[in-house]
């Protein structure tokens, strides 16, 4: 059982480019998440999706974008990146909002 | 504003020895908590989730206990091994947003 996966595993970009970060699960949890991690800063929410259909803003959702057409699948859209950007990013799943979390193995981004 | 604390940062204890990892929280307004641990350049693995109601959990050689009225919680590992060295991460659950507040984490080595 693969649980989660990330792609890519990591990529370098160049300011003022666009990238998506894919995230597909297989264990049909409802929640799903998206979170950085920055060294010194831990671990921040950037969007969430309590549901299929519907998104939300974490604590740090500017400069990102999501959406969630499917159960198994939460993108992540950095529409112009920008050098603060530079993080690792974790997607992550819950069968309910207030259920353990589960994490994939994560994307480290540069941006240059 | 939720804040999590987690102390000391590092530790260094020779193999076989019991610990104790820390974590206090500002608001014990929680629905869970949450122990996880992370190898270096790796995701995070979900440990012990405690709900609100619960005083510990365990499972195999750790224990998680929660005292939300005075927002702490702690980690008890027995007999540490070389294998346990990782950065361990608590996280609360207060149910806003369906966000985990993380903690900065401890980083553990464990000493032949």
């Known amino acids: 059982t693969a649980g989660i996966t990330q792609a890519p595993t990591s990529q370098i970009l160049a300011a003022g480019r666009s990238m998506t970060l894919r995230c597909t699960q297989d264990m049909r949890h409802n929640a799903m998440y998206w979170y950085r991690q920055d060294l010194g800063l831990g671990l921040r929410l950037i969007h969430y999706?309590?549901?299929?259909?519907?998104?939300g803003k974490g604590e740090v959702p500017d400069g990102y974008s999501v959406s969630r057409a499917n159960t198994d699948d939460f993108p992540l859209t950095l529409a112009s990146a920008v050098p603060s950007q530079t993080s690792v990013y974790f997607c992550a799943t819950s069968s309910g909002g207030l259920g353990e979390q589960f994490f994939g193995p994560g994307t480290r981004l540069t941006v240059l | 504003k939720q804040e999590v604390t987690q102390i000391p940062a590092a530790l260094s204890v020779p193999e076989g020895e019991n610990l104790v990892l820390n974590c206090s929280f500002t608001?014990?307004?929680?629905?869970?908590l949450q122990w996880f641990r992370q190898d270096p350049g790796k995701g995070l693995t979900s440990l012990l989730l405690?709900?609100?109601?619960?005083r510990e959990q365990t499972s195999g050689r750790l224990n998680a206990s929660l005292d939300k009225s005075s927002g702490r919680s702690t980690l008890y590992i027995a007999a540490s091994q070389p294998g346990d060295s990782a950065t361990y991460l608590c996280a609360v659950n207060t149910g806003t947003a369906s966000k985990l507040t993380f903690g900065t984490g401890t980083r553990l080595q464990v000493t032949l």
């Open positions: 999706s309590n549901t299929a259909g519907t998104t």
């Open positions: 405690i709900q609100s109601s619960q």
């Open positions: 608001d014990s307004a929680i629905y869970n």
